[in-house]
């Protein structure tokens, strides 16, 4: 039986699922509604993310496949130059995606399935999340990193205590 890797609530009733046989399961409520697998897609699924009737499936080998969401058609993929990978996150308007391997994180336009920025990072990554303009990312070394994307400005909070993960929701953060 596989087992669920990371799960998202895309918006109202509507869940994704990531699971260790490769494959992405989208639920209305209890209702599985499709099951997406890309059958060239190279290494275990890291992460998921649906934008409008798109769902994009990243795998730790940097492999990056686009599926409608309605059909489960499987209409565009690529592979990054970027391997190992172990967080994601996405912009809000889909656009832009966010992969890091703990020595960088790049930028993907999805638009043009191409890589167009890569920042070094100097410590391991515990989590990363876009909010607002912002990619948001927490290092091992208690450091959270606001970086606007559009105008490369950053904001560095060094806490002085082990900082075990964070979260954004209503123009706040909260800090474990």
Known sequence: MPKILNFEIARENLIITSW???KVRIYNNHTLLNTLHDKKSEGDILNSHI???SCF?????????????????CYKSFKTNLRNLNLSSISDDGVL??????????VID?????????????SFLVNMMFYKGN???LG???????LNVY??????????????????????????
């Open 135 to 137: 990619l948001f990312y």
């Open 97 to 106: 995606l966010f992969i890091s391997n703990n020595e960088f994180i790049q």
């Open 110 to 122: 999805l638009r043009r399935s191409k890589m167009i920025d890569s920042i070094k990072i100097e």
């Open 140 to 146: 091992f070394n208690s450091t959270l990193t606001k």
């Open 51 to 53: 934008i409008n009737n």
């Open 20 to 22: 260790s046989d490769n």
């Open 151 to 176: 105008s490369k400005r950053s904001n560095i909070l060094t806490f002085d205590h082990m900082i075990v993960d964070f979260a954004i929701k209503n123009n706040k953060i909260a800090i474990l």
């Open 57 to 73: 499936i990243i795998t730790k080998l940097g492999y990056i496949s686009f599926f409608n969401i309605n059909d489960s058609f």
